[in-house]
């Protein structure tokens, strides 16, 4: 039977829903079901799960869900500490057990989660929400507006995996983390970049951007560096000023510079003559 059929039939529909989380390239799915399910290729694991009634509302950027699972699932590890770095994704599906096909009922990101007994409260925004925000526009400065390593027609384009490096961390204090092959680097190399690394307990893979970072061996994280331990090993992806200066001797990539290096200091618009 069809989705559909199994939907408005009197008593065939045997409804489970499934659970798809992401961050990076880890993922968690979980399912209503009372044993394992395989959908797409992935296979979704029993755990107590619910979440609020679906709420229509005349603002989609206020419309959330919130999905409440086991406090005990490991995904909950990925907001322990501090929130993660990057985006979490979560997409909820309705699905008969004994039917191939499924139906997106909710997709988004989290964008809180809290700990209430017995449950991990995830709350997801619709996936639509940033459709009706207002973008942000390229500014015309001396700096160049290109996000550092963004790839495409008229972007930085500059391939960050030409530029990386791996380090084996010595100590981990606080936001700071050292390591002795640092040295062979010049202060602020780093400075804006990002670092990336596996999890030394959960295996989930992190990332955090890069303060600063010095000759002496050591870097400033921007938050506190989660699962990084001594003998971990970090990989490294150096930062841009945004400057032409830096974009030509750096990463040789002038070619692709956005900013206006050569914008009149004065404004014409200032009220006063140019001349």
């Not at 039939?9 to 489970?16: F, L, V």
């Not at 959960?202 to 000759?215: D, H, N, Q, V």
């Amino acid at each position: 039977m069809s989705f559909a059929s199994q939907e408005t039939s009197a008593d065939s529909g045997k409804p489970i829903e499934l659970l798809l989380i992401s961050y990076l390239t880890n993922v968690w799915c979980y399912t209503t079901a009372e044993r394992q399910v395989v959908y797409d290729g992935r296979t979704y694991n029993p755990v107590p799960m619910e979440h609020d009634a679906l709420k229509t509302s005349g603002e989609i950027a206020k419309t959330t869900l919130t999905i409440s699972i086991a406090q005990d699932c490991p995904v909950g590890e990925l907001f322990r500490v501090q929130p993660p770095s990057g985006v979490v994704g979560a997409t909820l599906f309705v699905k008969h057990v004994e039917d191939v096909e499924a139906k997106a009922f909710w997709k988004g990101r989290i964008v809180n989660s809290e700990w209430e007994y017995p449950w991990l409260k995830l709350t997801v925004e619709n996936v639509r929400s940033s459709l009706k925000r207002m973008g942000l526009r390229r500014k015309y400065s001396t700096q160049c507006p290109h996000a550092l390593y963004g790839q495409g027609l008229g972007l930085c384009n500059v391939d960050k995996e030409a530029f990386k490096s791996t380090h084996t961390v010595a100590t981990v204090t606080g936001t700071s983390a050292t390591a002795a092959s640092l040295t062979s680097f010049v202060d602020g190399y780093f400075s804006g970049g990002y670092a990336e690394w596996v999890h030394a307990s959960t295996g989930y893979k992190e990332m955090r951007m890069i303060l600063s970072s010095y000759a002496d061996g050591h870097i400033v994280l921007s938050s506190v560096p989660v699962g990084l331990i001594p003998g971990s090993v970090m990989t490294l992806y150096p930062g841009c000023d945004h400057l032409s200066s830096m974009c030509d001797t750096k990463f040789n990539n002038s070619l692709n510079f956005g900013g206006m290096e050569h914008i009149p200091k004065k404004n014409p618009f200032g009220g006063t003559t140019l001349y």
